[in-house]
């Protein structure tokens, strides 16, 4: 799993555990199989925009919460490339 997805999978269960929230109600929130929501969160499938905002809405959440430390993420590739 790619590490842009680890974050994004992390921040999305934190939340999910926050608010006591299934993953077959979040897949309903993103009009997906509880299936394709699962390719999703174990990366085999990347996430669509329109599912990140979806749910940031749905956990009302700033959109932020959910792309947290992928900065990061994107200056650690940045950096390799230059090497």
Known sequence: MNDYLKVLRAN??????RQEISRAQ???W?????????????GTTDFRIGELMTLAIKLQVPFSTIVEGLDEVVL????SEES
Do not use: D, Q
């Open 30 to 42: 993103v009009n997906i199989s509880a299936a394709s929501f699962g390719t999703r969160l174990n």
């Open 76 to 79: 650690e590739a940045i950096k």
């Open 26 to 28: 979040a897949a309903g």
């Open 12 to 17: 999305i269960l934190a939340e999910f555990g």
